[in-house]
């Protein structure tokens, strides 16, 4: 098991943004962006937190990413709209397209949203919890394959065609505890893979097979020519396939080489345009706790629902900190030193802490 480092979370904020900035980011998007990554360590899934940041940094550096490109909206009716992230950083375009679809839903009762030019935006769950927020029902899928290429392999398939094509939803609750669900439509999203790297640890049985077809849990194994499989068999695998075909509303398809581009669609409901608001959440908050106050199977504490472990371990690592893996921190550390950045506790600010108050 790898080192590791903790930090807490405004001083991991800190470290990052300042890296994102003398990397040639303004200081607004570096702020989203680094907002987005510390909130994943805090959900617990760091697959999607610091660890992707040298991988960004090297985005930058090698121009698949443009820094400063502000995203523009295209194509716009009363409850959709086209959003071209302009080979920006895709969290950024993300946010501000949830923040945009909320405001039109709120007027249309509805928006639906599809992406251009976007790479990566982060976890899902993240604008699934904006629109929870926000007193609507997101739903965020992001698809892409390609006849021959991919990391995860179809059902009954011997090579990779597709992503981990991951789905996102969220369902406000009345409280701090919204309904998330979050995964990829693969076994384990990829991201889980690079943390299992970076711990020196292997993956659990049943989520990749290597270059020959062959089960396997050995990370080496995926990065020499291994697959991904679907989760739930025929069923993941068909799920996989309809993140694409939504993805493909922003038509990224390519009819001659059997493929589409990896987009985003987002969806956004407002729920009072179908019932009161309150009495919704009630309704939600009722049911499930409902159907977490049954009892729990043998080998279990307890019933939880989507969402609980999220907003759990949000509470726990505000508290404790948020452990970095030494081959992610010796990363950043040469990066800093790339760049002339200090990665001090003295460059905390004022908003830094406030940002992730208890």
Not at 204 to 222: L, N, R, W
Request: net charge negative; aromatic share 8%.
């Amino acid at each position: 098991m790898a080192e590791m480092h903790c930090f807490n979370s405004s001083h991991l904020h800190t470290m990052m943004r300042q890296l994102l900035m003398a990397a040639d980011t303004p200081h607004h998007i570096a702020e989203d962006v680094t907002e987005i990554l510390v909130n994943a360590n805090l959900a617990g899934h760091d697959s999607h937190g610091v660890l992707r940041l040298p991988g960004y940094l090297d985005s930058i550096s090698n121009g698949g990413i443009q820094p400063a490109a502000e995203p523009e909206v295209s194509n716009e009716t009363a409850n959709t709209f086209r959003i071209d992230g302009r080979s920006g950083f895709g969290h950024y375009t993300a946010r501000r397209a949830m923040e945009r679809a909320v405001e039109k839903a709120k007027d249309a009762d509805n928006c639906a949203v599809s992406f251009v030019n976007t790479g990566h935006i982060g976890r899902l769950g993240e604008y699934a919890e904006a629109a929870a927020r926000a007193g609507c029902i997101g739903i965020i899928t992001y698809g892409g394959g390609s006849r021959g290429r991919g990391g995860t392999v179809p059902f009954g398939g011997a090579h990779g065609a597709l992503g981990t094509n991951p789905i996102a939803v969220g369902v406000p609750t009345g409280d701090d505890s919204p309904f998330i669900i979050d995964f990829a439509t693969s076994m384990i999203a990829g991201g889980k893979i690079s943390v299992a790297q970076s711990l020196g640890v292997d993956l659990p049985e049943g989520c990749i097979v290597d270059k020959h077809g062959t089960p396997s849990v050995k990370t080496a194994d995926f990065s020499d020519g291994g697959f991904l499989l679907a989760f739930g068999g025929h069923k993941g695998y068909a799920f996989s396939l309809l993140t694409c075909l939504l993805a493909g509303l922003s038509g990224t398809f390519d009819s001659e080489q059997a493929s589409m581009g990896s987009s985003t669609l987002m969806q956004v409901i407002n729920i009072n345009a179908f019932t009161p608001l309150a009495q919704y959440q009630r309704g939600v908050r009722a049911f499930l706790d409902g159907i977490k106050s049954l009892p729990p199977a043998p080998g279990f504490d307890e019933v939880l629902v989507p969402g609980d472990f999220e907003y759990r371990s949000r509470s726990q690592r505000l508290t404790n900190g948020i452990n970095v893996p030494d081959t992610i921190y010796r990363q950043l550390q040469e990066w800093a030193e790339k760049l002339n950045v200090s990665l001090s506790e003295d460059l905390v600010e004022a908003a830094d802490v406030e940002r992730y108050q208890i």
